[in-house]
C-alpha cells in the first residue's frame, strides 16, 4: 500500500482528481480519507449543519486543532486503523489522505512512508479564514498538479501521476 497525503485549497479539484484516479487504473484500489472527516461527524454532535460558510470552516479547523492539542496522534492511529484494515488485500492499493496542515502532513511522511501531493488551481486560492487553508503552501510537497485543466486533461493527469506512484518504489507502507 502507499499512502499519498494530498492538499490545496478549497476548490482545487482534489476530490475530482482523487475520483479520476478511482477510475484509471482498474489494478490499483483507491481508498481515501479526510482528516476532517472525524472533526465533522463530532461538529454534527455539537449541532453543526454541514455548511461550509467561512464561520464553519473555522470553526471546523480549531475544532480538529483542539483534538491534536488533546492527542497529537488521533489522526495516525485512524490511519494506521484503515492501513491495518487493509492488510490482506491482495493487490495494490492507494490511500489518499487529505490533509491541511504542515506539521500534521510531516507526521503522516513519517509514520507512513507517505508521498505528497498538493493540487493547485491558479483561479481557486480560496479564502484563507483558518490556519488549516492559509498553510496550505507551506510544504514541499513530492508531486504538484496544476489544475487550470479541462476534465479530460485532469483524468489524463490522474492516469499519469498513479503511473509516477506506482514506479516510485520508495513511498510503500513502513510497518
Same mark, same amino acid.
Given at each position: 500500500?502507499?499512502?499519498? %497525503?494530498?492538499?490545496?485549497?478549497?476548490?482545487?479539484?482534489?476530490?475530482?482528481?482523487?475520483?479520476?484516479?478511482?477510475?484509471?487504473?482498474?489494478? %490499483?484500489?483507491?481508498?481515501?480519507?479526510?482528516?476532517?472527516?472525524?472533526?465533522?461527524?463530532?461538529?454534527?454532535?455539537?449541532?453543526?449543519?454541514?455548511?461550509?460558510? =467561512?464561520?464553519?470552516?473555522?470553526?471546523?479547523?480549531?475544532?480538529?486543532?483542539?483534538?491534536?492539542?488533546?492527542?497529537?496522534?488521533?489522526?495516525?492511529?485512524?490511519?494506521?486503523?484503515?492501513?491495518?484494515?487493509?492488510?490482506?488485500?491482495?493487490?495494490?492499493?492507494?490511500?489518499?489522505?487529505?490533509?491541511?496542515?504542515?506539521?500534521?502532513?510531516?507526521?503522516?511522511?513519517?509514520?507512513?512512508?507517505?508521498?505528497?501531493?498538493?493540487?493547485?488551481?491558479?483561479?481557486?486560492?480560496?479564502?484563507?479564514?483558518?490556519?488549516?487553508?492559509?498553510?496550505?503552501?507551506?510544504?514541499?510537497?513530492?508531486?504538484?498538479?496544476?489544475?487550470?485543466?479541462?476534465?479530460? =486533461?485532469?483524468?489524463?493527469?490522474?492516469?499519469?501521476?498513479?503511473?509516477?506512484?506506482?514506479?516510485?518504489?520508495?513511498?510503500?507502507?513502513?510497518?
Amino acid at each position: 500500500m502507499k499512502v499519498v %497525503v494530498i492538499n490545496g485549497t478549497p476548490e482545487s479539484g482534489k476530490d475530482t482528481f482523487v475520483d479520476f484516479c478511482k477510475t484509471a487504473n482498474k489494478q %490499483v484500489g483507491i481508498i481515501s480519507y479526510s482528516t476532517i472527516d472525524t472533526v465533522k461527524k463530532i461538529a454534527g454532535y455539537l449541532g453543526w449543519d454541514g455548511r461550509k460558510t =467561512e464561520l464553519d470552516r473555522k470553526f471546523l479547523a480549531e475544532l480538529k486543532s483542539a483534538i491534536t492539542n488533546w492527542d497529537e496522534d488521533f489522526f495516525i492511529k485512524e490511519i494506521r486503523q484503515i492501513i491495518n484494515l487493509y492488510k490482506s488485500v491482495n493487490y495494490q492499493l492507494v490511500l489518499f489522505v487529505f490533509c491541511r496542515e504542515p506539521w500534521q502532513i510531516k507526521k503522516i511522511v513519517e509514520n507512513f512512508n507517505a508521498a505528497t501531493l498538493l493540487i493547485e488551481r491558479k483561479d481557486k486560492k480560496g479564502k484563507q479564514s483558518n490556519i488549516a487553508d492559509s498553510s496550505v503552501f507551506n510544504y514541499n510537497y513530492d508531486y504538484k498538479i496544476k489544475n487550470n485543466l479541462t476534465l479530460k =486533461e485532469l483524468q489524463l493527469e490522474a492516469d499519469n501521476f498513479l503511473e509516477q506512484l506506482r514506479k516510485d518504489d520508495k513511498h510503500e507502507v513502513c510497518d
